[in-house]
């Protein structure tokens, strides 16, 4: 209850101690409940120094909890409201039944850890403590078929956030993987609910590798992932990361809404690392093997063919071949 | 003849004069012969004060002269032959004689202006003074189907050189105009020979509008043409661009003939600003309209046509249209 005004307190007089007298008369709470509240906090990770002068903050916890989130978020609507879990089996699933009762657009959903994360095609996606598990609730008034659309513009903003923020080389193998050099270090999981009225909502779930060991991961997944403690070499904030995400994605988002989607699909069509490879996809066991030569307007990826004839691939799982 | 050695000797001491004595036991020439060959370089345009301590040059001009193009130019062959012309019909035109004598590959041809420059499909392309006005011989070991590539290389080259150079936000129109917002500042033309034994020579035409008046343009032209004076709003160094581009093209070129093309194509497609773009492209007076969504390795086009299916376009007059 009292969380985030004590730690807003705390984090305004970062330098100096603050006078428990002056927290329990502002907060109207008694020096027992005062103490008890700085428990929870100290469990939660907080450093906090507590003196005859009162208490200070020394070290926040590197951890996405919702009131560092909303502090200094400098989005409109995305984050205002969060829903934050230590473990759920799925962030997509949470948002789904949240969804499903109301919560407004713009609503994310976070979790610590994930018993049952999903990727796509009904693939695990391994979730432990250290990643970035997120999912946001979206409602926009678009027609169904616009909604892959969606994975494409969170891609992008998922690619530009990394570029910026950690200034890595990043490209996006379609249609939704973020890649340091060949290997994964972001998914992305769109889900829509539409009904005979068209599109009800949209849940966008994404798993980024932050300060995850990756040598924890079963022996087929570990060889094609990594993580940004990995490429950096130092453990990342991922409060910051998080914050600059939300922003990126609502102005995208924003563009979107607005029909001003060609400019998000350049930027794909310029990170894309697939656009100029020899690629396989494969769906419902069979195969097509071609070179990726361009991407529709529809998020749809063309093919050239040895023949020279060309081929549009809706969906499918695709791998990267090297080589001209 | 006498001229590169004496530039080179005043170049070296910028700061002070040059003694005559030391210029004429150096080069063996007359008091008189040095005066006379100073005077031919001020009337193209160095200026050099001349007093009792000797000569010293104080400015050199903008022009893209022979020797100021090869002091401290960094490539390997490209540009180590040079032939300068103040008026020419086409440096093409001159190219391809010289190619047919047996030019060596790398030998480029500068004029300050062009009575007849050429444009694409038999257009004229207007060659003031102030602009560069080059072409490059080029001897590759390459099927002739492979020429057109030349063309997206090249381009390729005009455009990272003037982004890295001036800053300058440019992109490249299929197949090869080179322009900053919607206007053009760049032409490329390529010709090619072939016999049966296959490609005897390339020649590749590159027209940058440096410092020139598109004012005095005519008024057909005028609207879609823009130069680098314009859009710096100061006078550029020729020699200085013309030396990082012809170094940018060589290491291209270079890849290019280690069978190294496929990082220029995507470099390419990240500089398009065709791709993503409704486009009409006219071809012997038919009309094609569609979305342009990707290019193959071959620099063939990709149109999305109303109807969802795929054309591929060999060549033609591109036109952008604005809007999703």
Known sequence: MHEKQILKALHEHKDEHVSGDHLTSQLGLSTAQ???????????????????????????PNRILPYEIQRNLATEYIGHEIHHYSEVDSTNNVAKELAEKGSPEGTIITAESQRSGKGRRGKKWISPHGGVWMTIILRPDIPTSQAPLLTLLTGVA???????ECNLDVGIKWPNDILIGDKKVCGILTEASASK?????????????????????????REGATSLQRELEKEI??????????????????????????HILNQWRRLSTTIGSTVEV????????????????????IL????????????????HFKGE
Chains 1, 2 share one sequence.
């Open 34 to 60: 005062l103490s008890q509240e700085i428990e929870k906090l100290q469990e939660e990770g907080y450093h906090i120094d507590s003196s005859p002068l009162g208490y200070r903050l020394l070290k926040t």
């Open 158 to 164: 998922v690619a530009e956030t990394l570029k910026r």
């Open 197 to 221: 009225r068209g599109l009800d909502y949209v849940v966008v779930g994404i798993g980024i590798d932050l300060n995850v060991n990756v040598d924890d991961f079963p022996p087929e997944l």
């Open 237 to 262: 904030s991922g409060v910051k990361l998080v914050q600059n995400f939300l922003l990126n994605f609502e102005n995208f988002y924003n563009d979107f809404k607005n029909g001003q989607f060609q």
């Open 282 to 301: 494969q769906k419902r066991g069979r195969t097509v093997r071609g070179e990726a030569v361009g991407i529709t307007k529809e998020g749809v990826l």
């Open 304 to 319: 050239e063919m040895p023949d020279g004839s060309l081929r549009k691939i809706i969906s499918g799982e695709c791998t």
